[in-house]
């Protein structure tokens, strides 16, 4: 996926239009980008009313159809020119500090504040025109991270080879017949499998305390369940499950309903105890070259136009408030959350929860 949005290859995406999205799975992500921040184009025209010249540097960790589907119509909207540097979270994020001094890039669109906090220095505070349209929850209340989209932590299960087994919750997966069977990733490497993790501390945890005993005698049990099998990342959860070679994985909804999506025989499954929707957001790095020009890329993500079009033609979820959703997407009045989910809270004890789980594992090893 080495890819550069270049000018050329922009027009004919455009003059096709949003149709032409690809439904590429998400977390796959492309290690360089093939033109460097470093080569904007410096013939750029300047804008009149902020004299920045019409160029953004959009540092992203986002799948290939929802970069396609935003970037070239911001670009077509507003006449700006996007450079698009694609890599994983933890390479942009390494490449941002880096560059601390003289930021390359002007926005950062991956991870979420769960992810981010500890390296809020890096970013600037900006609050959108839009965010009183979004729903209450995905507000940016920091001032620093705007959540634009959502990726719930959900179940993936192959009705081939689950049958009649039922499997609706965390409850579930300590169902003897699945041992050995379950696909989870490492919470400490991978982000997916830590808010899986959250999930299942908030969900059989007492009164939703993701510190209590109950929470965490539920994760020896499921350790016990997984049989001594982690996968290495997140994508070989979802592959897994969808290859037969797992009943049910715990992974984001967007994977997930992009196999249903594409017709092949698993199933989304939302845990009964409850789930959490990180908000997927977007950021401005602190001290970029062209700061306008990211406030209205920030604008551009929470506005009617992309968010519409992303619920209706992508897997994942839209947070502005009342956007209609494509038919293979599970209403959102239909989803239970956690009630007592702190965001914050759980960004400031990240590492005292995952090194908690390096604990757990080692202990069921003996």
Not at 70 to 98: C, M, Y
Not at 324 to 345: C, N, R, S, T, V
Request: glycine content about 6%; hydrophobic content about 35%.
């Amino acid at each position: 996926m080495k890819k550069i949005l270049k000018a050329a290859l922009l027009c004919s995406v455009l003059s096709l239009g949003l149709m032409a999205c690809s439904g590429s799975k998400p977390e796959e992500k492309t290690e360089k980008s093939e033109t460097s921040a470093t080569e904007t184009t410096k013939a750029a025209e300047k804008s009149e009313d902020t004299q920045e010249e019409k160029v953004l540097v959009v540092y992203t960790a986002r799948s290939e159809a929802l970069n396609n589907a935003v970037i070239p119509e911001f670009e077509n909207a507003t006449g700006i020119k996007v450079e698009v540097v694609v890599a994983g979270t933890g390479e942009l994020l390494k490449r941002a500090q880096s560059e601390k001094e003289n930021p390359l890039g002007d926005i950062f669109w991956a991870a979420d504040q769960t992810m981010l906090s500890s390296s809020k220095d890096l970013f600037e505070e900006y609050v959108s025109s839009e965010n009183d349209n979004m729903i209450e929850p995905a507000r940016n209340t920091t001032g620093y991270f705007t959540p634009a989209f959502a990726d719930p932590t959900v179940m993936i299960v192959n009705k081939d080879l689950a049958g009649d087994m039922k499997i609706e919750g965390f409850a579930d997966l300590l169902n003897p017949e699945l041992k050995g069977k379950i696909a989870f990733g490492d919470p400490v490497n991978s982000s997916s499998a830590f808010q899986s993790l959250m999930a299942m501390l908030y969900g059989m945890g007492k009164d939703q305390d993701p510190l209590s005993d109950e929470s965490w005698a539920y994760v020896d049990k499921f350790l016990q369940n997984l049989d001594g099998k982690m996968c290495n990342s997140s994508s070989q959860v979802y592959k897994g499950v969808a290859e037969g070679e797992y009943i049910v994985g715990l992974t984001w909804e967007d994977p997930a309903a992009s196999y249903v999506k594409d017709g092949a025989p698993v199933e989304v499954v939302f845990p009964k105890e409850g789930a959490i929707f990180p908000g997927e957001s977007v950021q401005i790095l602190k001290n970029c070259k062209h700061p306008e020009n990211a406030k209205k890329f920030v604008d551009f993500m929470l506005s009617e136009q992309v968010q519409s079009y992303v619920g209706q033609n992508l897997t994942v979820r839209p947070l502005r408030a009342d956007v209609k959703l494509a038919d293979y997407m599970k209403p959102q009045a239909d989803i239970k959350l956690f009630d007592k989910y702190d965001e914050g809270w759980v960004a400031e004890h990240k590492t005292e929860i995952t090194t908690m789980f390096t604990e757990h594992i080692e202990s069921s090893m003996n």
